[in-house]
């Protein structure tokens, strides 16, 4: 599976998407790492198994055992953060105040560049829609160097990725494709 087999799994309705997986896929904006660990947190967070399978596939070789883990580690850690910190902020209240009280640990040690890990953190943050926690890591992510273009670039695979994650499994419900 690659990228490759996920455009071609797209149905003719969603050829913008597949033009978007494929200039994002060559895109030089962020570095490589950058740019497959965005794709792979993005994938875990878009849960779809095909998507997910497809793009780890693609960029396992990129990224070396510590950077998979982390794209991997961002994604799961931000699936706990991002629904929490939604109600903190949603709510506001006393919640805000109160500590979390949840482990965060591979946050202050992920295992690479802290600003590659906050990036990731901010490309899942983008797909589930936390905004508090989306405020947070592009604030980080600017202020540890990289530029509006480069945040883009990670919301852009993030959106991607999620309208193909999105676009399979429908067409699968409908039977328009097979279901993987």
Not at 10 to 23: H, V, W
Not at 112 to 136: T, Y
Request: glycine letters at 8%.
């Amino acid at each position: 599976m690659s990228i490759e087999s996920l455009k071609e799994r797209l149905p003719d309705y969603a050829k913008d998407l597949k033009l978007n997986l494929g200039s994002l896929a060559n895109d030089i904006t962020l570095s490589p790492q950058q740019l497959a660990g965005t794709f792979v947190a993005s994938a875990l967070a878009a849960r779809n198994d095909e998507v997910t399978r497809a793009i780890v596939a693609e960029y396992r070789t990129v990224l070396t055992p510590e950077a998979l883990d982390a794209a991997k580690a961002a994604a799961s850690i931000m699936g706990m953060n991002n629904i929490y910190y939604r109600f903190v902020h949603m709510v506001e209240g006393d919640y805000a105040k109160m500590p979390a009280r949840l482990r965060m640990n591979v946050i202050g040690r992920p295992g690479v560049e802290k600003l590659d890990f906050e990036l990731w953190a901010l490309a899942v943050s983008a797909i589930n829609g936390c905004g508090l926690c989306v405020e947070s890591h592009e604030r980080v992510v600017r202020e540890g160097g990289l530029s509006a273009e480069q945040v883009q670039t990670a919301i852009r695979i993030a959106a991607t990725i999620h309208g193909v994650a999105a676009t399979l499994d429908g067409a699968a419900a409908l039977g328009e494709i097979p279901a993987i």
